[in-house]
Structure formats: C-alpha cells, structure tokens
C-alpha cells in the first residue's frame, strides 16, 4: 500500500512541474504583472487614442515613409505594430514631400468624432511663395477606422495665420465647442526679454528666437477656425520669474539660439484647464514637461509652482534624458491616468522611445512618477496573459 501512495505521489508531482513548465515555457498561459521604461516603440511625439478596448498609439517617425504609422495594444504596454495608416500622396494631400526633413510629417494626434477618426498633424505646405525652410502648416485627415487608410479632408491646411505651425492638440469641451491649440515655430520669431539681453550680453548669440502656443475655436467641420488665435504659453520674459530657469536650459547650456513652448496637450478635470507643454530642444537632455490650468479653455494660463513635472534623471544617477511631448490616457478600466512620452536612454542613443508613467491630478496639481526605468505594475484593469 505504501508503494502504491509513494508512486500516486510521485505521478502528482511529475504532472504538476509538467503542467507548470507548460504554463512558462508552453505558451498556455503564463502571468505577467509586471512592465519597465522603455517600450518597445520607436516613436517620437507619442499619441494614444483609447476607442472599444482598443489603444492605438500614433507618432513621429515610427518607420513611415512621407506619413504616420501606427501601433495597437490592448492594454498599454505590449504593443502591435499596424504599419503605416497616413501617406502623403492620398488624393487631397496638400503637403511638399521634397521640403527640408522630407516634408516634416510631424506629431499626429487622432480623435474619434461621431464614428469616424480624425488624425491632426503637422507638414510643410507646397505652397511656400517665400521659399521659408521652415513652412509647417496643421492638416486633418479621415478614416472609417483608427488603423486608416486616413485621406486629408481638405486639398489645404486647416487654416493659414501667416507664420509656421505645429504640434495640433483638439480639445472637446463638454459644451460641445472644439478648440485647435498649435505651436508657433521659432522660426524667424527672434523675442527680446532677459534671457536674450544676457546671452548677447555673454557674446553666446546675437538673439534668441521662441515659439509659442496658441488657442483658437475650431470648427465642428474642421473646415477652419472661429476668430483670432489667443496666445495661451509663451516662455518667461524676466529672469526673475521662476520658470525661466528650467524653460531657457538650452540658451544657458548653450545648446541652441532658441526657446521653446510646444506639444501642449489640454484636458479638464473637476472644472479645471489644464494645459501640459514641453519646453527645450527636443533634441537635447534638457527638453521637459511643464502644465498651467486656466477657468476657461481659452485661458489666461498660469503656470504650476511645480514644474517641471518631468525632466531628465541622468543628474540623479538614471539613465534617461529629453523626456517630453507627451499625451495622456487611462488605464484599461479608468482608474489610473497615465502620461505617454518619448525619452532617451544611454542604451537608445539618440533615438527617441516610448515611456508611460503614471500621473495623478488633484486640487489643480499634477505629478508624474517617472520616467522610470525599473520594473512597475501593469496599467489598472490589464490582462495579465503573455499571449493576447
């Protein structure tokens, strides 16, 4: 009897390390619950629309050819690549593959509208009298499905205010009232304040140019704008104010001639505006995020006490600099908020990946715990299967 007890035994234990082995080398099902920075996305100016259950992750780079690519992920951190869903060439494309960084196909955002998917972004028009360098313009284009093919929905840019624009950001209000907000390029918008009187002063550069954001009503037909584009950001004029010393790293490092307030994103929350915006060369270690909150869409802004909310930590013993241009979304079940950017490492060189972090915003104040590199919990309400 005791023969027969020692071999049921022995049997169990062989058909449970067996079945285990199947659950982790198998590919049955294996638990998950963990994920690290960064992901693995090429992208810069990342865009995460969250539709059906569904995200799809959109931005600048990313392998597409005179266009936009896209990615898909059920739960935010393992990602499908979708290929390439915006090509410049549709049959209403108004933009000039030919101008400097290959027509600049930059920062697509896309939103779902009453069925259908809009994708906002930001190229070199092909109508430039002026032969200008820098001729961005902000385009919109449709598709029946966020995967594309998205077709420009007009044969020109949504409007023209007479200088270069990029980085679009639609805000739906709750009132039903849509609103553009864009980045003013530096481009030929040198600014006197301070920070240029003392660069100059240094014999560093004979001036300092600056972009700038701007908010406008749009259209519901996205056909153009309402009235005159306000000024929302701009970068501090006095060195006494305190963003000035974070917003004008790149003048004082002596990395660049310029200023910059762009990639703004703007979401409401307990009756709050609240605008987030980079600041700094996107292509230094220095480029960062900051926010201001506002009592109407249109402003004025003021900017935290706490910014930035995100910069690099290679000063802190990390590994991650350039963070910034980010959007925000939830967790598959809605209960945590998560802020979406790119970054660099050591290991990426120069090449700009995928963060999500997550954010909190209470009493007008946000934070953002990153970037982080090191192991963390999935979003709120993932799958915890490996296999999808």
Not at 48 to 71: E, Q, S
Not at 156 to 166: A, E, K, N, R, S
Not at 279 to 299: M, R, V
């Amino acid at each position: 009897m005791m023969k027969k007890l020692l071999g049921h035994s022995f049997l169990l234990t062989v058909l449970f390390w067996t079945h285990l082995k199947a659950q982790t080398t198998g590919g049955t099902v294996a638990d998950k619950v963990t994920f690290s920075n960064p992901l693995k996305v090429q992208f810069g100016d990342p865009y995460v629309l969250h539709t059906k259950g569904m995200y799809y992750m959109y931005g600048t780079g990313g392998g597409a050819d005179h266009g936009f690519a896209a990615y898909s992920s059920k739960d935010l951190v393992n990602w499908k690549r979708e290929g390439q869903v915006f090509f410049s060439n549709n049959k209403n494309g108004w933009s000039d593959v030919k101008a400097k960084w290959e027509g600049a196909y930059w920062a697509p955002e896309v939103y779902a509208v009453k069925g259908r998917f809009y994708l906002f972004y930001s190229a070199q028009w092909k109508i430039n009298p002026g032969n200008e360098e820098e001729n961005f313009r902000i385009g919109v284009a449709v598709a029946d499905q966020p995967t594309g093919p998205f077709i420009d929905l007009y044969t020109h840019p949504v409007f023209d205010p007479g200088y270069p624009t990029i980085d679009a950001n639609v805000f739906f209000d709750t009132n039903g009232k849509c609103y553009l907000y864009y980045s003013r390029v530096a481009y030929k918008h040198p600014v006197e304040s301070e920070v240029a009187a003392w660069a100059r002063k240094k014999g560093w550069y004979k001036e300092i140019e600056e972009s700038w954001v701007y908010g406008v009503e749009l259209k519901p037909d996205f056909s153009g704008v309402i009235g005159k584009p306000k000024l929302m950001l701009r970068p501090p004029v006095s060195l006494k104010d305190k963003q000035s010393e974070w917003e004008s790293r790149s003048v004082t490092a002596r990395e660049v001639n310029r200023r910059w307030t762009e990639g703004s994103v703007t979401f409401k929350k307990d009756g709050i505006y609240y605008m987030m915006y980079s600041a700094n060369h996107f292509g230094g270690q220095y480029y960062a995020i900051g926010y201001a909150t506002a009592a109407s869409p249109l402003g004025p802004y003021k900017k935290a006490a706490n910014n930035p909310v995100l910069q690099k930590n290679t000063d802190k013993g990390g590994t991650v600099s350039g963070t910034g241009h980010n959007s925000i979304t939830y967790s598959p079940d809605g209960k945590e908020m998560f802020c979406v950017y790119h970054g660099r490492t050591a290991a990426t060189g120069d090449e700009r990946v995928v963060f999500i972090d997550r954010m909190k915003v209470k009493a007008g104040k946000i934070t953002i715990a990153g970037p982080t590199t090191t192991s963390q919990q999935l979003p709120s309400g993932a799958a915890t299967s490996i296999n999808k």
